[in-house]
């Protein structure tokens, strides 16, 4: 999806926090949100943000909104190994039935 | 609970062949979404459905046909293949427009 960008790539350490950035750029968006996807398998939805809201908090899962700089994060605390996977940010325009996907960040923990 | 199944998981099409995947879902969605991911490009919508019997087309529908005779079925459909529908296809469904949506594991397709 053009509209919802996001880097390829992210590497950690161990117990480090991990802050993973999407950019959107349609004012409208209702509903935003991160999916995670480990090798071999679907998207699992992490979390999600309603337009109105700055921020959402859920166990070691920050989510940041900044509807006027359209910017969009997702911060993992004490990142473990088993966060290693894709993450995609996604976004709901409106009353739009489907959502419009970024490109996926890879994110990586190193030992 | 098996949520949302794909079959098949992995095919081998050549150029010009036809194949339907198979999506169901036990959970009684109404909701039901065709997707495929291609690297760097995210995941891009194929075709929708918002109830049985209803159809629709999402960002990327050329090349392909669904069907929705029964709520808990899916289908997409290849009628003619080409090497650029090789990609990873996922099937998701959700309850309502806004609620979660639950994605299949995925079906590996390469066309030559």
């Known amino acids: 999806g053009e509209d919802v960008e996001q880097s390829l790539f992210l590497s950690v350490r161990e117990g480090d926090s991990s802050v993973i950035n999407c950019t959107y750029t349609?004012?409208?968006?209702?509903?935003l949100y991160w999916y995670k996807q480990e090798p071999g398998a679907g998207l699992q939805l992490l979390t999600y943000?309603?337009?109105?809201?700055d921020m959402k908090q859920d166990q070691r899962l920050t989510v940041l909104l900044n509807k006027k700089d359209k910017h969009l994060s997702l911060r993992i605390a004490d990142t473990q190994t088993g966060d290693s996977a894709i993450y995609f940010c996604?976004?709901?325009?409106?009353?739009?039935?489907?959502?419009?996907f970024g490109s996926g960040t890879q994110l990586t923990v190193l030992p | 609970n098996a949520g949302v199944t794909q079959t098949p998981k992995f095919r081998v099409l050549k150029t010009g062949q036809s194949m339907t995947l198979l999506c169901a879902q036990d959970?009684?969605?109404?909701?039901m979404y065709w997707y495929r991911q291609d690297p760097g490009m995210g995941l891009r919508l194929i075709h929708y459905?918002?109830?049985?019997?209803?159809?629709a087309k999402g960002e990327v529908p050329d090349g392909y046909n669904v069907s929705r005779l029964k709520k808990q079925n899916f289908l997409l459909g290849l009628e003619s293949a080409a090497p650029s529908q090789t990609s990873v296809y996922f099937c998701?469904?959700?309850?309502?427009?806004?609620?979660?949506?639950?994605f299949g594991q995925g079906t590996r397709l390469t066309v030559v």
């Open positions: 998701a469904s959700s309850h309502q427009l806004n609620t979660e949506a639950f």
């Open positions: 349609d004012s409208s968006s209702t509903y």
């Open positions: 943000i309603f337009s109105n809201m």
């Open positions: 996604a976004e709901r325009k409106g009353s739009a039935r489907q959502l419009t």
């Open positions: 959970m009684n969605h109404e909701y």
């Open positions: 459905s918002v109830g049985e019997g209803t159809t």
